[in-house]
């Protein structure tokens, strides 16, 4: 059974920073590339980065480049969400995922920037 299990969040202001973890199981990791998601208050699931199985290969929403950076850890299990510059536009409930639709992911960890 695929888990992935989410941490790092929680309420900062603009322009300060938070590093998202996400732990997963009941999957081979290093053969599988990784996503993370969000979504912010009544809308839609948005992709914001992309990692291949190797850690090679990194692709980010227009929204979050040069601010967010995705890596991962194939020994570990674990793939990251390093987020700096933080804007309210952030403000969103982040999930990992093996699918880039976001339809296999975890429970996810609330990001909140407010002033």
């Known amino acids: 059974e695929v888990q992935l299990v989410e941490s790092g969040g929680g309420l900062v202001q603009p322009g300060e920073s938070l590093r998202l973890s996400c732990t997963a199981s009941?999957?081979?990791?290093?053969?599988?590339?990784m996503y993370w998601v969000r979504q912010a208050p009544g809308k839609g699931l948005e992709l914001v980065a992309l990692?291949?199985?190797?850690?090679?290969?990194?692709n980010y929403a227009d929204s979050v480049k040069g601010r967010f950076t995705i890596s991962r850890d194939n020994a570990k299990n674990t793939v990251f969400l390093q987020m700096n510059s933080l804007e309210i536009e952030d403000t969103a409930a982040y999930y990992c995922?093996?699918?880039?639709?976001?339809?296999?992911r975890g429970q996810g960890t609330q990001v909140t920037v407010s002033s």
């Open positions: 990692i291949d199985n190797n850690g090679i290969i990194t």
């Open positions: 009941g999957f081979i990791f290093s053969d599988y590339w």
């Open positions: 995922a093996i699918d880039s639709r976001g339809n296999r």
